[in-house]
């Protein structure tokens, strides 16, 4: 998940999971054929010029030519046009979409329950190095000039922070009640021994729970904890920490983790 992926509102999902772009990009690109002009299409689509900006130069790089080329000279002095190829991509895409929109419609007239199950097959399909992933909502948001924090309900009633950069949030389109996955690698996670949940501690992730599983070769350590709700965190140690630790399955241990070490990602 990029700072420059504009909030998305939906995906159009082709041949799977992987292949799938989403329609405000798409909606960014129709503007740009109407208005010739990125800020224009910017402020027609609802986006910051940078956040339309940052969208079709990812566009371009992605692409095997470019989508967006920018045109010189003229009474306006110039400005932005969509390639053929940008052209057949927006055709290809609404072509699409409405054979999803006519399929979808046929589906949730025969399966009940369609919405919760298209998003949580959708979770499943995500393929990350991140080794934790823990779905929740989000709860509260705190902007600053820079950086936002994020605040995640998770099942059980456990809470993590995260930190990220203004421009993420504002892609994300996070506001309260949306949900959202917390990525967090095992290397990023450090193990406590007891309850530490309450303790003064820099690290402003404190999770406690029950040891599910400790594994450990010659050089290092896996200690997977069982949070309240059910929820599992992976944190890979050294041999050395791991034994120093001496924990078993069962015991109470707290995985410690700093807001700046969680990534947001939408699935939606």
């Known amino acids: 998940m990029s700072d420059s992926d504009a909030h ?22 129709e503007q740009i054929a109407a208005t010739g ?15 339309a900006w940052d969208a079709v130069a990812a566009m371009n790089n992605l692409a095997d030519t ?10 306006g002095g110039g400005g932005s046009r969509l390639t053929e190829r940008g052209a057949r991509l927006v055709r290809t895409y609404r072509a699409a979409e409405a054979e999803q929109a006519r399929f979808m419609a046929r589906l949730n007239r025969r399966v009940r329950h369609l919405t919760d199950d298209m998003d949580l097959m959708g979770r499943l399909a995500m393929t990350t190095s991140a080794r934790n992933q823990l779905f929740g909502h989000v709860e509260q948001i705190t902007h600053g000039r820079v950086n936002t924090e994020v605040e995640v309900g998770l099942r059980g009633g456990d809470r993590l922070a995260a930190i990220v950069t203004r421009t993420s949030a504002d892609n994300l389109g996070l506001e309260i009640g949306v949900p959202i996955t917390a990525l967090v690698k095992a290397s990023w996670v450090i193990v406590a021994a007891g309850d530490l949940s309450n303790a ?8 406690a729970g029950t040891v599910a599983s400790v594994t450990t070769d010659d050089v290092s350590g896996e200690i997977v904890i069982r949070l309240p709700g059910g929820m599992t965190l992976a944190a890979t140690v050294t041999r050395d920490s791991s034994d120093t630790l001496d924990l078993e399955a069962g015991d109470t241990a707290t995985a410690l983790f700093k807001a700046s070490s969680v990534i947001l990602a939408q699935g939606d």
């Open 8 to 29: 998305l509102d939906s995906h159009l999902r082709i041949g799977g999971t992987r292949a799938m772009i989403g329609g405000a990009r798409i909606a960014l690109l």
């Open 37 to 51: 002009s990125i800020s224009a299409a910017a402020k027609a689509a609802g986006l910051s010029y940078k956040a």
């Open 66 to 75: 470019a989508l967006v080329e920018r045109v010189t000279g003229g009474v």
């Open 200 to 207: 003064r501690l820099s690290a402003r992730n404190r999770l």
